[in-house]
C-alpha cells in the first residue's frame, strides 16, 4: 500500500524521533520519496544518480546532491514538491543542463529534480502547436517536426534545453519575424508551489502566462510547453569562418546587419569574435541564415563576400544544422558566460571588439584550453514588436531605441584549477567594457537572462514597473517562497 505523500510529511514533521524523521530535512525528504518512488530515486553510488548528476554540458555545474529524483510526469512532480516544500527541504531543478553557472541547475546536498524523463512531443491535430516536455533538447524538437515541414521558436544549438530557453525568453533563428520564443507560448502546464497542477494561457491564470514568458523560475516547474508552429521545411544556414586579417568587413557587415537587419526579417546571423589561445589565433565566425529556399540573400551578402576560410552555408534544414552544432560547441570543456548590451552601430562594435581582444590577449592568454568569444546578436524593432503584438512579455524591451547588440562572452577552458581566474577576467573585462560603452552613449539597458553569468542583474533591467509586478505575481502563487528560499538555484525576482 502507498504512503500518502502529505501524510507522511506530517508525520516527520511532529515526529522528529522517528527513523525516516532525522534532523536533516533533505535526508527526509530523500528516504521520503524512496519508499514513494523507489525505482526513480537515486543516491551516491546508484548508476542513474551519476548519469543525472552529470546531464550537463558543461563539468562546471556537477555538485553532490544528497539523492537525485527523476520524476515520470507532472503529478511526480507535483508529490515531490509537497513533500518539499512541508520539509523545508532545499533542492534544485534541472532541464537540458546548459546553464554553466554552478549552483543554478544543481545543488549541494539538498535534492535534484532531474527532468530527463519528461519528454512528451505531440503536434496538435490542426498542426497548428507542439506540446513539448521539459526533458527533451531542441534537436529533438526539430527532429519530430521536420517530417511534418513545421518548426517551433527554439535554440540555435541542438543541444539546449528547453525549459531554460523559453523561461528566460529565447532568441531564436526566426525571432526578427516571430519575436522571443517564449512569445510563441501558448500554454505552460505548471506545478505550483502548493503542489497544484494548473495551464496557464492568455486566459486562465493570465498573469502567471505572462511572468513566465521571461521571468524565470521563480513561479513553478514548468511540465509542458505548447508552442506554436510555423511552416520551414527548408532553410539555408551554415557557418563561416574568416580571418583577423578582415577585420574591417567582418565590422562593417555586423553593423550593416544590426542597422538594417529589419529589412529582411527571415534572415539572421551570429557574428562572432572567436580567439583559441592555445593555437594564438583570432579568427571571425559567423553563423548565417535565411528561412527560405534561395541562398543568395541580400541581407546577407556582406558577410558571404568577405574571404573566408571555411564556409557551409548553403540549403539545409533547421533539424540538420543544429546537429552540427553540437561539434562546434561540445560537452566536457569548462565553461562561463557573460552578457552586455549596447545599440547597434559600429562605434558599438569597436568597443567591444578591441577591448575584448587586448584583455583577453594580455591578461589569460596562457590557459590550458582556452577559447574566448564574443557573439554580437543583432535585435531588431521588428523582433521586439512581435512580443508586443502577442499579448506583451515581462522584458518589455524598449522599442523606440532598438535596434541593439545582444552580446555573450563565453570562456571554455580544461582545467578546474584555473576557475577562479576565468571567473574573475570576466568580471572584469565585462566592466571594462561595460563602462566604456556608458561613456560613448552607447550602452544599452536590457540583459538577457540566458546569457548571464553569476552576479548580473537581470530583472532589474526589464520594463517600467516590471519587476514589481513580476514580485506580486510571484507572491501570490507562491506565498511561502518554496520556488525561492528551498530553489536557490537561478535568478529570482526576489532576491
Given at each position: 500500500m502507498r504512503i500518502s505523500t502529505i501524510l507522511l510529511a506530517a508525520v516527520c514533521s511532529t515526529l522528529?524521533?522517528?527513523?525516516?524523521?532525522?534532523?536533516?530535512?533533505?535526508?527526509?525528504?530523500?528516504?521520503?520519496?524512496?519508499?514513494?518512488?523507489?525505482?526513480?530515486?537515486?543516491?551516491?553510488?546508484?548508476?542513474?544518480?551519476?548519469?543525472?548528476?552529470?546531464?550537463?554540458?558543461?563539468?562546471?555545474?556537477?555538485?553532490?546532491?544528497?539523492?537525485?529524483?527523476?520524476?515520470?510526469?507532472?503529478?511526480?512532480?507535483?508529490?515531490?514538491?509537497?513533500?518539499?516544500?512541508?520539509?523545508?527541504?532545499?533542492?534544485?531543478?534541472?532541464?537540458?543542463?546548459?546553464?554553466?553557472?554552478?549552483?543554478?541547475a544543481n545543488i549541494d546536498g539538498g535534492v535534484l529534480i532531474g527532468l530527463t524523463n519528461l519528454r512528451q512531443i505531440q503536434l496538435s491535430e490542426d498542426k497548428s502547436y507542439v506540446s513539448i516536455g521539459p526533458g527533451l533538447r531542441w534537436e529533438e524538437v526539430y527532429d519530430y517536426l521536420e517530417p511534418y515541414g513545421l518548426i517551433a521558436l527554439g535554440g540555435r544549438v541542438g543541444s539546449v534545453g528547453v525549459p531554460g530557453l523559453l523561461l528566460g525568453g529565447g532568441i531564436s533563428f526566426y525571432s526578427n519575424q516571430y519575436g522571443f520564443a517564449s512569445d510563441n507560448v501558448i500554454a505552460y502546464e505548471v506545478v505550483l508551489a502548493s503542489g497544484q497542477i494548473v495551464t496557464a494561457n492568455s486566459t486562465q491564470y493570465s498573469d502567471l502566462f505572462w511572468a513566465l514568458k521571461g521571468g524565470g523560475n521563480s513561479f513553478g516547474i514548468v511540465t509542458r510547453f505548447d508552442l506554436l508552429t510555423y511552416s520551414s521545411p527548408t532553410i539555408c544556414a551554415g557557418i563561416t569562418e574568416i580571418p583577423s586579417t578582415e577585420k574591417g568587413a567582418f565590422l562593417s557587415a555586423v553593423a550593416n546587419f544590426g542597422q538594417y537587419g529589419d529589412a529582411d526579417s527571415k534572415a539572421a546571423v551570429i557574428p562572432s569574435i572567436f580567439m583559441l589561445g592555445s593555437l594564438n589565433l583570432t579568427v571571425y565566425t559567423s553563423a548565417l541564415f535565411y528561412d527560405g529556399t534561395n541562398c543568395s540573400q541580400s541581407a546577407l551578402a556582406n558577410f558571404t563576400a568577405i574571404p573566408s576560410i571555411m564556409n557551409t552555408y548553403g540549403s539545409t534544414t533547421l533539424a540538420a544544422y543544429v546537429k552540427g552544432t553540437d561539434a562546434l560547441i561540445a560537452d566536457g570543456t569548462r565553461q562561463a558566460f557573460r552578457v552586455m548590451s549596447s545599440f547597434a552601430n559600429a562605434e558599438s562594435l569597436e568597443i567591444v571588439h578591441d577591448t575584448f581582444v587586448e584583455m583577453v590577449t594580455t591578461e589569460i592568454w596562457n590557459i590550458t584550453g582556452l577559447q574566448a568569444s564574443v557573439a554580437f546578436q543583432p535585435v531588431t524593432r521588428n523582433f521586439i514588436q512581435q512580443g508586443i503584438s502577442k499579448g506583451g512579455n515581462p522584458q518589455a524591451?524598449?522599442?523606440?531605441?532598438?535596434?541593439?547588440?545582444?552580446?555573450?562572452?563565453?570562456?571554455?577552458?580544461?582545467?578546474?584549477?584555473?576557475?577562479?581566474?576565468?571567473?574573475?577576467?570576466?568580471?572584469?573585462?565585462?566592466?571594462?567594457?561595460?563602462?566604456?560603452?556608458?561613456?560613448?552613449?552607447?550602452?544599452?539597458?536590457?540583459?538577457?537572462?540566458?546569457?548571464?553569468?553569476?552576479?548580473?542583474?537581470?530583472?532589474?533591467?526589464?520594463?517600467?514597473?516590471?519587476?514589481?509586478?513580476?514580485?506580486?505575481?510571484?507572491?501570490?502563487?507562491?506565498?511561502?517562497?518554496?520556488?525561492?528560499?528551498?530553489?536557490?538555484g537561478g535568478w529570482k525576482v526576489d532576491g
Open positions: 522528529p524521533s522517528l527513523t525516516l524523521c532525522i534532523d536533516n530535512a533533505t535526508t527526509q525528504a530523500c528516504n521520503s520519496l524512496k519508499l514513494i518512488f523507489n525505482t526513480k530515486l537515486f543516491f551516491p553510488g546508484d548508476a542513474n544518480y551519476t548519469s543525472e548528476n552529470e546531464h550537463f554540458w558543461t563539468p562546471t555545474d556537477y555538485l553532490s546532491p544528497a539523492c537525485v529524483f527523476a520524476p515520470e510526469g507532472a503529478s511526480d512532480v507535483s508529490a515531490a514538491v509537497k513533500f518539499l516544500s512541508k520539509l523545508r527541504a532545499t533542492f534544485a531543478v534541472r532541464g537540458g543542463g546548459h546553464m554553466p553557472i554552478p549552483g543554478y524591451v524598449d522599442l523606440e531605441s532598438a535596434p541593439y547588440f545582444w552580446m555573450v562572452e563565453n570562456f571554455s577552458w580544461t582545467d578546474s584549477a584555473d576557475d577562479d581566474r576565468i571567473f574573475a577576467f570576466a568580471v572584469e573585462v565585462t566592466a571594462v567594457i561595460e563602462g566604456k560603452l556608458e561613456a560613448a552613449g552607447q550602452a544599452a539597458k536590457y540583459k538577457y537572462m540566458n546569457d548571464a553569468g553569476l552576479g548580473q542583474q537581470i530583472f532589474q533591467n526589464y520594463g517600467p514597473g516590471n519587476l514589481v509586478k513580476l514580485k506580486a505575481i510571484r507572491a501570490k502563487y507562491d506565498p511561502f517562497n518554496v520556488y525561492t528560499d528551498l530553489m536557490p
